[in-house]
């Protein structure tokens, strides 16, 4: 059994994807300063590596969108 792939509906998802990039709400850092923001909400691991934990709430997951 192979997998269909609609490929207009991944047209459809980058092209509005590239247009949210673009919103008032999207911010481009460099890694350096996203480290800097991310370390202070990090756990530490036992062995030293940093850990962070995340939940979406049921009322945002509709909107929610994995990359």
């Known amino acids: 059994m192979s ?6 509906a ?10 949210a990039l673009r919103g008032k709400n999207i911010k481009t850092i460099s890694l350096r300063e996203a480290h800097k923001k991310a370390i ?3 756990l530490r691991t036992r ?6 934990r995340s939940a979406v709430s049921s009322r945002m997951g509709q909107k ?3 990359l």
Not at 47 to 52: E, H, L, M
Request: contains cysteine; proline residues 4%.
């Open 40 to 42: 202070p909400s990090a």
């Open 64 to 66: 929610t969108v994995y």
């Open 3 to 8: 997998a269909t792939y609609d490929l207009d």
């Open 10 to 19: 991944y047209r459809r998802f980058a092209e509005n994807l590239r247009s």
């Open 47 to 52: 062995t030293g590596s940093y850990c962070w």
